[in-house]
């Protein structure tokens, strides 16, 4: 599986950005997927993450009722709403794929890695 996560960009703080991550191969309907972050100088962490149905999500508390991750399994595509962005949210954003379809917080659980895309919300 081959993941490429799009959508990044400049934002005001207060804006909204939606990213995209698009796998190609197979059976994407069946990987658990994660959206992380990493802001210059601090650790990759998870922001949220989908089970292979859906049906379950995670969010990091830092971004809880501001963000919204969704998946489309007809288009292989797993998405992040971002909304309210403030200046704390730059970072680059990575997709991440987990053969488990169970959505897992931790980073190492992850088979799969898009190769990131730059969000910056100025202030």
């Known amino acids: 599986v081959q993941l490429q996560a799009s959508g990044g960009g400049l934002v005001q703080a207060g804006g909204s950005l939606r990213l995209s991550c698009a796998a190609s191969?197979?059976?994407?309907?069946?990987?658990?997927m994660g959206w992380f972050r990493q802001a210059p100088g601090k650790e990759r962490e998870l922001v949220a993450a989908?089970?292979?149905?859906?049906?379950?999500?995670y969010y990091a508390d830092s971004v809880k009722g501001r963000f919204s991750i969704s998946r489309d399994n007809a288009k292989n595509t797993v998405y992040l709403q971002m909304s309210s962005l403030r200046p704390e949210d730059t970072a680059v954003y990575y997709c991440?794929?987990?053969?488990?379809?169970?959505?897992?917080?931790?980073?190492?659980?992850?088979?799969?890695w898009g190769q990131g895309t730059l969000v910056t919300v100025s202030s």
């Open positions: 989908i089970s292979w149905s859906g049906g379950s999500t």
């Open positions: 991440a794929g987990r053969f488990n379809g169970t959505l897992s917080r931790r980073e190492y659980e992850y088979d799969y």
């Open positions: 191969g197979r059976a994407f309907s069946n990987y658990a």
